[in-house]
């Protein structure tokens, strides 16, 4: 019989890069991985929004008993600009000393009329460029650095809409089921160099993209069509995604996982 495999639960010292840090899942990702011990590029459009995540992460580092949280490096990152990808990845590689996980996060929804050409085109382009386009021109970006890991992991956060579609959210949707088939594809590419590639597909969660729901219609919708009955919370994708990039999570590639309350399990 062979002995008892001690695999790794611990990202202390491990380099992140995460994008659309600035607020919801992706600021709540920053934060989680800081806290095992990550340091973690914190990216979004805004750089003070950067800046001010990144604050929030050193002063909880310089609070008592935060002597184990990793260090945040701040940077405005346009992901929808190819050029931006590639000077500001090797940048924070550099920074980092090394890249260890890529977290592709960043995201937004619009609603265009299909019958407004003008909109319509706007948002299609936008989406494919900014949800979907720029999740390979990252990979592609931190991949010298990521084949230098021992422990390299890949996830983009796609969305429930990627199996389903929300009336009037088709951009959106195309986006967000390439994501799924862009991961899959790439976790065959990338098996047999031990890198994995995973996604999650949040369903109803409290970010900027569900802000304008009133609390009214949250409930309503949530009870009809979750099994849980609630939104959920950034923290509750991000902790998800902390087990996607373990160590030990070295069998674990391909797959979309669904962090939605219940949601694609629930006839009516």
């Not at 550099?94 to 948002?123: C, M, Q, T, V």
């Not at 919370?233 to 962090?259: D, K, M, N, R």
């Amino acid at each position: 019989m062979e002995p008892y495999r001690e695999l790794s639960r611990s990202i202390r010292g491990r380099r992140a890069i995460v994008t659309g840090a600035a607020s919801g899942m992706g600021r709540a990702t920053a934060h989680l991985l800081a806290r095992e011990g990550a340091d973690v590029a914190v990216t979004d459009l805004r750089p003070e929004a950067c800046e001010a995540v990144a604050a929030e992460i050193d002063a909880a580092r310089a609070a008592p008993g935060g002597e184990g949280i990793g260090r945040a490096v701040p940077m405005a990152l346009d992901v929808a600009d190819a050029d931006a990808i590639r000077e500001s990845v090797p940048a924070l590689a550099e920074e980092l000393g090394g890249l260890d996980i890529l977290i592709n996060n960043a995201g937004f929804s619009r609603h265009p009329a299909f019958e407004d050409d003008e909109a319509y085109e706007a948002a299609w382009t936008a989406s494919l460029a900014g949800m979907l386009s720029a999740h390979q021109r990252m990979i592609r970006a931190a991949l010298p650095w990521l084949r230098k890991s021992d422990a390299a992991r890949i996830v983009n956060i796609a969305s429930t809409e990627g199996w389903g579609a929300t009336k009037g959210n088709s951009p959106y949707v195309a986006a967000k089921t390439g994501v799924i088939g862009l991961t899959r594809a790439l976790a065959v590419d990338f098996g047999r160099e031990g890198i994995t590639v995973n996604c999650i597909c949040p369903g109803p969660i409290l970010t900027g993209i569900t802000s304008h729901i009133s609390e009214e219609h949250k409930a309503i919708f949530a009870k009809r069509r979750t099994a849980l009955g609630r939104y959920g919370h950034p923290e509750e994708v991000a902790h998800v995604t902390l087990s996607l990039v373990l160590p030990a999570a070295s069998y674990i590639t391909g797959v979309a996982i669904p962090v939605d309350g219940g949601l694609t399990i629930k006839n009516a």
